[in-house]
T-cell receptor, first 114, second 116 residues
Framework: KAGVTQTPRYLIKTRGQQVTLSCSPISGHRSVSWYQQTPGQGLQFLFEYFSETQRNKGNFPGRFSGRQFSNSRSEMNVSTLELGDSALYLC?????????????FGEGSRLTVL | AQTVTQSQPEMSVQEAETVTLSCTYDTSESDYYLFWYKQPPSRQMILVIRQEAYKQQNATENRFSVNFQKAAKSFSLKISDSQLGDAAMYFCAYRSANFGNEKLTFGTGTRLTIIP
């Protein structure tokens, strides 16, 4: 069974640009969550999508957005990039049905903003 | 809001010895789940062990076990017979048991070094 796949693995952008990150969950999983990991703030929850609907949202500005497609693949977008957006962005998938199911993480997308 | 605290930024242990990583949390909920995740240098987060708050029995997974003290809101991880492959960042995480809430709240992590 294929794991959670995130693309791209690395990317470099400049301030003011926008970026789109992609996450393909494990087959059959309907929930996709996104986390930002930085040395200063640690792991912070961005949002979670379930069956194409945003079900939970963290405390991030509106520049951070996401969506989920009918095949459960998810994208997150960051517009008007700031230096502080440099981070490892992790995606996690799960069944999303409420049991204490394991969240499976991808290897992350390392974003550097110059 | 829930918070998770890991007070040990770094720990080290001799290979084959036992080490305990600490975690405390704060919540007003009565039903929830607690997790320990491992993030090796390859950076993929891997679940080590989980505990359901309504279960009094401490979870164990091979060399990994937890000491769950619900009243004290404490959830420590014990690693027995430490191996070189155990070197990683370890994160304690909390998740509500409310249906539809997949959000994990993480602690700041403990970097574990294994000394050969």
């Amino acid at each position: 069974k294929a794991g959670v796949t995130q693309t791209p693995r690395y990317l470099i952008k400049t301030r003011g640009q926008q970026v789109t990150l992609s996450c393909s969950p494990i087959s059959g999983h309907r929930s996709v969550s996104w986390y930002q990991q930085t040395p200063g703030q640690g792991l912070q929850f961005l949002f979670e999508y379930f069956s194409e609907t945003q079900r939970n949202k963290g405390n991030f500005p509106g520049r951070f957005s996401g969506r989920q497609f009918s095949n459960s693949r998810s994208e997150m977008n960051v517009s008007t990039l700031e230096l502080g957006d440099s981070a490892l962005y992790l995606c996690a998938s799960s069944s999303g049905t409420g049991a204490a199911g394991e969240l499976f993480f991808g290897e992350g997308s390392r974003l550097t903003v110059l | 809001a829930q918070t998770v605290t890991q007070s040990q930024p770094e720990m080290s242990v001799q290979e084959a010895e036992t080490v305990t990583l600490s975690c405390t949390y704060d919540t007003s909920e009565s039903d929830y789940y607690l997790f320990w995740y491992k993030q090796p240098p390859s950076r993929q987060m891997i679940l080590v062990i989980r505990q359901e708050a309504y279960k009094q029995q401490n979870a164990t997974e091979n060399r990994f076990s937890v000491n769950f003290q619900k009243a004290a809101k404490s959830f420590s991880l014990k690693i027995s017979d430490s191996q070189l492959g155990d070197a990683a960042m370890y994160f304690c995480a909390y998740r509500s048991a409310n249906f539809g809430n997949e959000k994990l709240t993480f602690g700041t992590g403990t970097r574990l070094t294994i000394i050969p």
